[in-house]
């Protein structure tokens, strides 16, 4: 059984406050509009470097690949299954064409495959 605190049925005691990490906290008031507030937060300068950007070959070859494209809304992660062996010689096509320096994706190369199987397929309805 517990034990009570003879304190609390006291008449005479004193009182105990309670303790707030608030307490010494300045109290909210309204603003007021006459006089301009300035931010606490100060914009940060950064410094501007001006420099030629340096074109290499990688880089002429990715922009002409994507002067040649049409800009065309691309939908995110549509799936589609594919089988295993599709994908392990995608990925072998693409490692060999980036190291051999040609910037290139699997996705880009499934829409080039899908665009080119549906021009042909178009023209078969035809």
């Given at each position: 059984?517990?034990?009570?605190?003879?304190?609390?049925?006291?008449?005479?005691?004193?009182?105990?406050?309670?303790?707030?990490?608030?307490?010494?906290?300045?109290?909210?008031?309204?603003?007021?509009?006459?006089?301009?507030?300035?931010?606490?937060?100060?914009?940060?300068?950064?410094?501007?470097?001006?420099?030629?950007?340096?074109?290499?070959?990688?880089?002429?070859?990715?922009?002409?690949?994507?002067?040649?494209?049409?800009?065309?809304?691309?939908?995110t992660r549509?799936?589609?299954?594919?089988?295993?062996?599709?994908?392990?010689?995608?990925?072998?096509?693409?490692l060999g064409?980036?190291?051999?320096?040609?910037?290139?994706?699997?996705?880009?190369?499934?829409?080039?495959?899908?665009?080119?199987?549906?021009?042909?397929?178009?023209?078969?309805?035809?």
């Amino acid at each position: 059984m517990k034990t009570p605190r003879i304190l609390d049925f006291d008449p005479d005691a004193k009182t105990s406050t309670l303790k707030s990490s608030l307490d010494n906290m300045p109290a909210i008031q309204k603003r007021d509009l006459k006089t301009p507030t300035q931010s606490p937060i100060q914009p940060v300068k950064t410094p501007v470097i001006n420099h030629q950007p340096s074109i290499h070959p990688v880089k002429e070859i990715i922009s002409k690949q994507v002067e040649k494209l049409v800009k065309r809304a691309i939908r995110t992660r549509h799936p589609f299954d594919i089988y295993e062996d599709q994908y392990v010689d995608l990925r072998q096509l693409s490692l060999g064409l980036q190291m051999k320096g040609v910037q290139s994706s699997m996705s880009q190369m499934v829409r080039e495959a899908l665009d080119s199987y549906l021009t042909a397929k178009k023209k078969e309805i035809k």
